[in-house]
Nanobody, 127 residues
Framework: QVQLVESGGGSVQPGESLTLSCVVS????????FTWFRQAPGKEREGVVC??????????YYVDSLKGRFTISRDFAKNTVYLQMNSLKLEDTAVYYC??????????????????WGQGTQVTVSS
């Protein structure tokens, strides 16, 4: 049984950093593609960044403005996917979700394409 468990969310001030973790059990990381999504209050869930095996170790950002601030990484020894978030802004406030697509070369931001989800972790940026 595949399970994803996120952690690392919290309340921070603008400009601070957080690292989210998604511990994966039931499957090795290199068999699936993983994407971080987020959902702000009153908004639709949006894809943030995907790590897949498309053309090797591929990372695809779905929100251009996050390039340079957010970084996705995979630790295959720990079977964990991370999202490093730097220089956080008020508009980054959302529930962040880790999701898995059983196609390891998948690269898409449609949440309906993802079979497995974590429970989400709240990130609140406020001054």
């Amino acid at each position: 049984q595949v399970q994803l468990v996120e952690s690392g969310g919290g309340s921070v001030q603008p400009g601070e950093s957080l690292t989210l973790s998604c511990v994966v059990s039931g499957v090795n990381l290199d068999y699936y593609a993983f994407t971080w999504f987020r959902q702000a209050p009153g908004k639709e869930r949006e894809g943030v960044v995907c790590a897949s095996n498309s053309n090797g170790d591929n990372k695809k950002y779905y929100v251009d403005s996050l390039k340079g601030r957010f970084t996705i990484s995979r630790d295959f020894a720990k079977n964990t996917v991370y999202l490093q978030m730097n220089s956080l802004k008020l508009e980054d406030t959302a529930v962040y979700y880790c999701a898995a697509d059983t196609n390891p070369a998948a690269d898409n931001q449609n949440p309906y394409e993802y079979e497995f989800w974590g429970q989400g972790t709240q990130v609140t940026v406020s001054s």
